[in-house]
């Protein structure tokens, strides 16, 4: 099945400060989401993002589908933006179906 | 729009008991899926469901486990004589499909603890 990786699997940032959060895939998709995971649990959509680039507030995502990977920037990060950052990709499953695939997650720690 | 609500958020149970936890999706979405999630890992998906249908279940982890969405609406998934391994977070999503749009929208989670 596809592969999904990302990176840093840590981060701690100083408030105020920006970051770049990577995913790479192993093979083709047809979309692709970003969430974040709070300390309980929920997940939290961010972007559904197949191709291109979007921006939400502090937030903003760019997937370049042809060179499989997508990125996620964070400007002038919050202690409220402390959690679990996920990658999923849809792609085919190999069982006859498309389902989602996550990546294991950047866990970013932002200090006052 | 109320979001995926799940029950119980939180369950312990003792090895070899089993186990119901129940998932109301967003209420127009047609499609309704499980995953679990065990500590450092992203969910893993189990099975899902198109209105009543149950069109993917071979990711379900054992015969142990089973899921029904008996009217296309609310879906329950059950663990028969759970073990300490089950032990985990499932999570429960929905989405509509529409306009080539399958984005997912995730629940809070049933924290399940196998003693």
């Known amino acids: 099945g596809i592969q999904v990786e990302q990176s840093p699997p840590d981060l701690i940032l100083q408030e105020g400060a920006n970051s770049t959060l990577r995913c790479n895939f192993s093979d083709s998709v047809n979309n692709l989401q970003w969430f974040h995971q709070n300390p309980w649990g929920q997940l939290i959509n961010l972007f559904y993002i197949p191709s291109g680039t979007k921006q939400n507030g502090r937030l903003s995502a760019t997937t370049v589908a042809t060179e499989r990977y997508s990125l996620l920037y964070i400007s002038s990060s919050q202690t409220t933006d402390s959690g679990v950052y996920f990658c999923?990709?849809?792609?085919?499953?190999?069982?006859?179906?498309?389902?989602?695939?996550f990546g294991k997650g950047t866990k970013l720690s932002v200090i006052p | 729009d109320t979001g995926v609500s799940q029950n119980p958020r939180h369950k312990i149970t003792k090895r070899g008991q089993n186990v119901t936890f129940r998932c109301d999706p967003i209420?127009?979405?047609?499609?309704l899926y499980w995953y679990r999630q065990t500590l450092g890992q992203g969910p893993e998906f189990l099975t899902y469901f198109q209105n009543e249908a149950q069109l993917e279940k071979s990711r379900l982890l054992s015969d142990r486990f089973s899921a029904e969405r008996p009217k296309g609406s609310f879906s329950t998934l059950e663990i028969q004589r759970t073990e300490q391994g089950d032990s985990a977070m499932y999570l429960c999503?929905?989405?509509?499909?529409?306009?080539?749009?399958?984005?997912?929208?995730f629940g809070p989670g049933t924290r399940l603890t196998v003693t």
């Open positions: 999923a990709v849809r792609a085919y499953s190999g069982a006859g179906s498309y389902q989602l695939t």
């Open positions: 209420s127009e979405h047609n499609r």
């Open positions: 999503a929905s989405s509509l499909i529409r306009g080539g749009s399958y984005e997912q929208y």
